[in-house]
């Protein structure tokens, strides 16, 4: 009987070891699982504190099952920059340098070339910064529609002026050939002339001889 009751003691100890463990490497599976998902990416804060510059923030992120990404970003205003600048210049005075300054942008070179009252162009105003500018059109701001009708008109001055050079290269060669014919013409013409003289010659000598014999 004795020998019974520990055998039955052994059995409930070997149970309980084994249900232990099993209870142990389900806690550390799940716990494998759990760990798997990766954080979340979250976008920066960008703040712009000083309201005088010309700038305005942006942040953007990216989350997938494997990597996050996130980042931010400053943006310059040009056209921001641009009217405190003429702003400033036309606080200090300098007048015709704030105009020249806001006719960086292609909206106000056109407004200004249709007003009749053209950019200013190297120290030129009026009529002759006018005529400077046709002459450097590659120097208006992109994006104008001056530049593309002037770009425009000296396309069509450029081909007109090829089709003449072609025309006048045509005009020559005709001319050249017109000459070449004329030339040969001549000197076949020459050459008739001799021949001519030749058989003329050719005669006259043993007439002439003929005619002193008789006579003598």
Not at 8 to 36: E, H, I, Q, R
Not at 134 to 151: F, Q
Not at 189 to 214: D, G, H, V
Request: one cysteine or more; aromatic letters at 4%.
């Amino acid at each position: 009987m004795r020998h019974v009751l520990s055998l039955c003691l052994v059995l409930l100890t070997l149970f309980a070891c084994s249900t232990a463990k099993a209870a142990d490497s389900n806690t550390v599976s799940s716990t494998v699982v759990t760990d798997k998902a990766p954080p979340t990416a979250s976008a920066p804060s960008v703040v712009v504190n000083n309201s005088d510059v010309c700038k305005s923030a942006a942040a953007a992120s990216v989350q997938t099952q494997v990597l996050g990404i996130a980042t931010g970003i400053t943006i310059t205003d040009q056209n921001c920059e641009r009217i405190k600048l003429a702003r400033s210049l036309y606080g200090m005075g300098m007048k015709v340098a704030a105009v020249s300054t806001l006719c960086m942008d292609s909206r106000v070179f056109d407004s200004m070339w249709m007003a009749g009252t053209p950019c200013p162009f190297m120290g030129k105003i009026g009529k002759d910064a006018k005529e400077t500018w046709e002459k450097n059109i590659e120097l208006i701001p992109e994006g104008s529609d001056v530049k593309v009708i002037y770009e425009v008109k000296h396309a069509a001055l450029k081909e007109e002026k090829r089709l003449a050079g072609i025309k006048a290269k045509k005009d020559a060669k005709e001319k050249l050939k017109l000459a070449k014919q004329k030339a040969l013409e001549t000197k076949r013409e020459e050459k008739l002339r001799a021949n001519e003289y030749e058989s003329k010659n050719r005669w006259a000598t043993p007439l002439s001889i003929l005619a002193l014999i008789l006579f003598l």
